[in-house]
């Protein structure tokens, strides 16, 4: 079971402190860092410094990391146009030295375009699909050959197909809870599901309609790596626990039912579970960034008890 470090930097982080984070993680043994893309606060927080940018951040942490993978859950796809985003994503690529992962989403947080004056449409699963195709179909572009598509939402033609990734693949993630289009979406495009924040219960029946769908796709279901994402609170002991929990806001019963919280014997017994169905990445939703203990105590009293 890989764990990986997701953070949420709309709700209150600078690029320093995320770097920080990143130097943790990479320090303390974790796979990955990976970040949301949002540009507006949620809840009850006042979100101070402001947002940042999700692959700037990521162009600033490839040259400063040199192991863990770096990546997005999920970029927003109303954000950007998908041939800015190939060359995007590709440079970061290269700056990486090859660990570059894209998590591609649809965009859903209305107020948040609203906020900055970015186009929120009303069909937004279509262009998903579009830009799915158009970004990994320029990555795919031999050199010296030209990129072209026509679709209801985007046009290219003669295309150069550059910049290319270091990678011969970049790793493209999809997730979600849709029953129907998401997972014949991933069976087409993705090399990894991720479900967020569900249940074990939710998460086996999510996995196993995108694993139909890969099969009736032409694909074998195990090519798709099965991953969670799931909010972390780990104590050392019950009071630890609650520190941590007060801290973010939540109630302890709460995220023992919802993610993962309690004492790392806690903790690993529910990992077991997501393992008993198939996820073999875990992306950890860190809340509170300035904890550094907090993956401290997972590196040393979780993750070896995983291998």
């Not at 950007?80 to 030295?97: E, N």
């Not at 900055?116 to 262009?127: A, Q, V």
């Not at 626990?241 to 973010?248: K, L």
């Not at 039912?257 to 992306?283: D, F």
Request: net charge negative; with cysteine.
């Amino acid at each position: 079971m890989d764990l990986r470090i997701f953070t949420e930097p709309q709700q209150g982080a600078s690029y320093d402190t995320l770097l920080a984070v990143a130097k943790a993680t990479e320090d303390l043994g974790f796979d990955a860092f990976f970040r949301s893309d949002h540009y507006l606060k949620m809840g009850d927080v006042d979100g101070l410094p402001g947002p940042t940018d999700a692959w700037i951040t990521l162009a600033g942490l490839a040259r400063e990391t040199r192991r863990i993978r770096l990546g997005t859950l999920m970029t927003a796809g109303t954000f950007r146009l998908p041939g800015v985003l190939a060359i995007q994503v590709a440079q970061v690529d290269q700056m990486s030295g090859g660990r570059v992962e894209l998590g591609l989403g649809a965009g859903w947080f209305e107020d948040e375009h609203k906020a900055y004056g970015i186009p929120f449409p009303k069909e937004k699963f279509g262009r998903l699909e579009e830009q799915l195709a158009i970004v990994t179909g320029l990555w795919e572009t031999r050199l010296g050959d030209t990129f072209d598509f026509r679709g209801t939402y985007y046009d290219l033609t003669d295309s150069p197909a550059l910049p290319k990734p270091a990678q011969a693949r970049i790793p493209v993630l999809i997730g979600g809870h849709g029953a129907t289009r998401t997972p014949k979406l991933a069976a087409r495009y993705a090399d990894e599901f991720n479900m967020p924040f569900a249940s074990v219960e939710d998460s086996e029946r999510q996995f196993g309609r995108v694993r139909a769908a890969a099969e009736a796709a032409g694909r074998g279901a195990d090519e798709l790596t099965y991953s969670n994402a799931l909010v972390v609170c780990v104590g050392k002991d019950d009071q630890e626990v609650a520190r941590r929990a007060a801290v973010i806001g939540r109630e302890v019963d709460e995220l023992k039912a919802n993610g993962l919280a309690g004492t790392p014997a806690e903790v690993v017994e529910k990992i077991g579970r997501y393992a008993g169905i198939g996820s073999r990445r875990l992306y950890l939703q860190v809340l509170d960034l300035s904890d550094l203990d907090h993956l401290e105590l997972i590196s040393a009293q979780v993750q070896p008890q995983l291998s």
